[in-house]
């Protein structure tokens, strides 16, 4: 390259413009009140890298454009030794001038040394920054693929039945890279991940001159989680787009399974273990004034001579209430299994069906009266079962898990054990309600069993470690220290995942064997 510098005039104590040149040492000294100014020319979409390295004087490097905008300036956090690297992009075309001098103006004289490593092409450049800017092999190569394959993206989307894949990340025995991907809409603004270890979301971007948009998270090994993707569309109106509006679509749901997560060896039907009996029934409550439906789950051999536990489980039609369909946790199968493998006692289970109510009946007193004064006498006049009550347990997830803990509270002559997953103990059951992420007061059952004699109850809690920070896994935590510290016994126990039922299906049984468990 030839510069044109011969007419370039600089202020007072700065010297002639010197070109830079690939692979040329400069070694120089530098007094405080000097300036010692380079230049190179650039296209737009060129680089230029190398360094300077700095011998007993703290130096900075100011870069400017052609235009005389500063650009950056390069200043390293390394004293009076050490290198200054020289990474520099192009994004006008013209010359662009390496001021070096000193911020200190009482620094001694020092000397530097500056080598230009490389001036780098718009191709070889492009390929430089993208490979660096990319976070994985994979996206990289797909993108080179992209620049020379117009279907490169449809035929990779096509060969994905999960929009994710998990890698190794090099050193890291612990933890992997989940890429989430998508191809948004046209009219999509940005689109955001929910799920995995960051709960309050992550923002995609854009593979480069491509469709396909995406984002990574590091993610625990042992880790089991779903995860969704939302759209925010931005749609504009008037001849000119004057009326701009914005809207959500959630697109995608999918579940992340990694290598280790924990075995969920009980929610599977077994050729070897034959079923127990669903029965689905309606109660009628003068409590609640309606006719209530359950679905009851007697084992098989069911012996009416027997004492049997009681499990009551909120949220039945999630648990397993309809027979013959599928459920988000198979209650009925993960109690012949345990039941098969003399993991559990005999039990009898109710799965108390929401009918539409869950989020007025779990925090309602009423309801709380129906379950012990009504459902539990109808269910002692049915089937035999032990009178004592640390061999019933109610049972419930998030608003369920509330619900548990507050009804033994007020009932526990009746309920002597809870199992709890995610249980929702922000709630404070007021007009005024705690915020759902960060509850600005403790929630209601907090104060409730902090500020009482301990009761003859039993704790199973659980909780996701991605589950929605202070208000969930907080006061989970905090709710489980004043169990402790009053006395109670607690399995306390915390899951890599969030608030949903591919966890739940897991640890219902983990909850089971703790409470009503045969050793």
Not at 221 to 248: H, M, S, T
Not at 312 to 336: H, L
Not at 351 to 370: A, I, T, Y
Request: net charge negative; glycine share 8%; aromatic share 10%.
């Amino acid at each position: 390259m030839i510069l044109n510098l011969s007419n370039t005039v600089f202020a007072q104590n700065e010297e002639v413009v010197k070109e830079l040149i690939v692979e040329e040492v400069i070694n120089r000294t530098i007094s405080a009140k000097e300036k010692h100014t380079y230049a190179v020319q650039l296209d737009n979409g060129m680089a230029i890298t190398g360094k300077v390295i700095q011998i007993g004087i703290d130096l900075v490097i100011d870069v400017y454009k052609p235009n005389g905008e500063l650009l950056k300036q390069i200043d390293s956090p390394n004293g009076k030794d050490g290198d200054e690297p020289i990474d520099i992009t192009a994004n006008q075309s013209g010359i662009y001038k390496f001021i070096v001098h000193s911020l200190d103006k009482d620094a001694k004289k020092g000397n530097y040394a500056l080598k230009v490593d490389q001036i780098i092409s718009l191709p070889e450049n492009t390929k430089r920054i993208t490979k660096r800017e990319l976070p994985t092999e994979t996206l990289y190569n797909l993108w080179e693929t992209s620049l020379t394959d117009n279907n490169a993206i449809d035929n990779f989307l096509a060969n994905q039945h999960q929009r994710h894949i998990i890698e190794p990340i090099e050193g890291d025995n612990d933890n992997m890279l989940v890429t989430y991907f998508c191809m948004p809409n046209h009219n999509t603004e940005y689109v955001m991940l929910s799920g995995g270890p960051d709960f309050l979301g992550l923002r995609f971007q854009q593979l480069p001159s491509t469709k396909l948009h995406f984002v990574t998270q590091r993610v625990p090994k042992d880790a089991r989680f779903n995860y969704g993707f939302n759209y925010f569309i931005l749609d504009k109106a008037g001849p000119n787009g004057e009326i701009e509006y914005r809207d959500v679509i959630h697109a995608y749901d999918g579940t992340v399974e990694m290598p280790n997560a924990p075995i969920q060896k009980y929610i599977n039907e077994r050729e070897n273990v034959t079923k127990g009996t669903l029965l689905q029934t309606l109660i009628k409550s003068e409590i609640l004034d309606e006719d209530r439906r359950i679905t009851v789950h007697t084992p098989v051999n069911y012996d009416s001579k027997t004492p049997h536990n009681l499990l009551i489980v909120f949220d039945g039609e999630s648990y397993g209430a309809r027979p013959n369909r599928s459920s988000r946790i198979p209650t009925p199968t993960i109690i012949d299994n345990l039941i098969a493998e003399n993991k559990i006692t005999p039990t009898v289970t109710i799965l108390v069906w929401s009918m539409g109510k869950r989020s007025k009946d779990l925090v309602s007193e009423k309801f709380g009266d129906f379950i012990t004064k009504e459902l539990v006498s109808w269910v002692r006049s049915e089937y035999n079962i032990h009178p004592n009550p640390d061999k019933v347990v109610l049972a419930g997830s998030s608003r369920g898990g509330f619900a548990s803990s507050f009804i033994a509270f007020r009932h526990s002559d009746v309920i002597g054990n809870v199992l709890s997953q995610s249980g929702s103990y922000w709630i404070k059951g007021t007009e005024n309600e705690n915020h759902w992420i960060y509850p600005e007061e403790n929630g209601k059952l907090i104060n409730l069993y902090k500020q009482s004699k301990r009761l003859p109850i039993k704790f199973y809690m659980d909780i996701g470690l991605y589950d929605a920070g202070a208000s969930m896994l907080g006061m989970n935590r905090q709710f489980r220290d004043i169990l402790e510290l009053k006395g109670y016994e607690v399995d306390y126990r915390e899951f890599k995942g969030g608030h949903n039922y591919v966890n739940w299906r897991g640890t219902l049984s983990d909850g089971l064997i703790a409470l009503i468990g045969t050793e």
